[in-house]
């Protein structure tokens, strides 16, 4: 098992910046690779970033690549979610997962842990 647990969100406005955290707990986080997610109500979970379980390959959709930065420190059990240049539409509860799975990284039924999501805020 897997404990997951974001932290780092809140309000902010439009253009400026937030670096969310998923700190791991239970298994060393370095057997994983980590995806991070959001949701708004009514709508589908979405794939935000994803990260190999050694941090060499990230990937992003194009609706937050050149603005949104995965990493992860496998000493501290934790993956980072550096987002800048923020727009209202990013505003969502955002979720950091861990997953086995090779492919289909940008899928959620994929991944195995989930936290339990930090809101992200953004105003215009």
């Known amino acids: 098992q897997v404990q997951l647990v974001e932290s780092g969100g809140g309000l902010v406005q439009a253009g400026g910046s937030l670096r969310l955290s998923c700190a791991a707990s239970?298994?060393?986080?370095?057997?994983?690779?980590m995806g991070w997610f959001r949701q708004i109500p009514g709508k589908e979970r979405e794939f935000v970033a994803a990260i190999t379980r050694s941090g060499s390959s990230t990937y992003y959709p194009d609706s937050v690549s050149g603005r949104f930065g995965i990493s992860r420190d496998n000493a501290k059990n934790t993956v980072y979610l550096q987002m800048n240049s923020l727009k209202p539409e990013d505003t969502a509860v955002y979720y950091c997962a861990a997953t086995t799975a090779i492919f289909g990284r940008e899928i959620p039924r994929n991944y195995d842990y989930w936290g339990q999501g930090t809101q992200v805020t953004v105003s215009s």
């Open positions: 239970g298994r060393t986080l370095s057997n994983y690779a």
